[in-house]
């Protein structure tokens, strides 16, 4: 990525940074889930370097025409081997965890979904045995470009991946692609089918998938010049010729524009997810406890839209 979409956090700001988090783990009942470590990370968020959240306000307000940002040389502390279990969660307050669920804060509100990943607010991205050609975040297998939960109506708006430890060989690569980059090339006839509700998008097992109750949708929206997205192309299909056709054309301008990013330990992505896509390249595990470990927060920008979706005014939705 270049350097309009990467943010370096210099020593000072580093040490700032883990103190901050450091005094974080430590607020009871150091659960990420409960309401009260929630309050305090809040608060918490406003003592992050300055220059940090500055750099956060300028993407939450314009994430540009690459859709995402990196920060790099934050202060990550891996001390246990890498989960390798189903479903894998942080629910402890963590360095990680606490470091991700600050940022995450400062672009809005932390969400879950009761379905996934049993609601946690922070959740393991890790390669799990006997799970390798799924396409999932517990898969091995190169993961198809999608924007997260496109089957659901709330979405998330920004995804988080902090990167706890690298894969052994340096090879999974975070993908990215903004519609942004790629709306210019497509034909006029071709975005207007894509425009059009002609698609649908399975949602997973978890929340009762299947295309038969999949309500079609477009795949962009508002205004031709600077679209939002919703595809995932593993799981959305165009429901006739034409829009079959579109999904493929659409799939080759987001492919000429994709990067590609080997994150390192200290490396959080956040991505766009309204602009955005984002995959994986193909790795292999070993399952020695040293492989490719990410931390996962999902992020609304207006969680009072999601209010009848969320029970006790919390931050998972139904």
Known sequence: MNNDTTFVLTDDENRQARATTEQLTQVEPRLVDAPDW????RGSSAELPSRLRRRLAEFRNDPGDHGSLLVRNLPVVVDRPTPADPGSVERD?????????????QLGDLIAYRNEKSGALV???????????????????????HIENAFH???PDYVGLLCVRSDHERVAGLQIACVRRAVDTLPGDVRTVLGEPRFVTDA???????SAAAPRHAVLTG???DPDIRVDF???????????????ILRDALTAVTETLVLEPGDLALV???VALHGRTLFTPRYDGEDRWLYRTFVHLDHRRSRAFRSRDGHVLD
């Not at 929630?38 to 990370?41: G, N």
């Not at 307050?93 to 804060?105: E, H, N, P, Q, R």
């Not at 997973?204 to 299947?210: M, N, Q, R």
């Open 38 to 41: 929630l309050h305090a990370c």
């Open 93 to 105: 307050a963590t360095t990680g965890a606490a470091l991700i669920g600050m940022v995450s804060m």
């Open 123 to 145: 959740q393991n991205v890790v390669p799990v045995p006997g799970q390798e050609a799924q396409q999932s975040n517990a898969g091995s297998t190169r993961l198809e470009m």
């Open 153 to 155: 109506p709330h979405r």
């Open 204 to 210: 997973p097992p978890s929340f009762g998938g299947g």
């Open 223 to 225: 205004h031709p010049d």
């Open 234 to 248: 593993h799981a959305t299909h165009g429901c006739d010729v034409p829009a079959k056709d579109a999904l493929e």
């Open 272 to 274: 766009d997810n309204r």
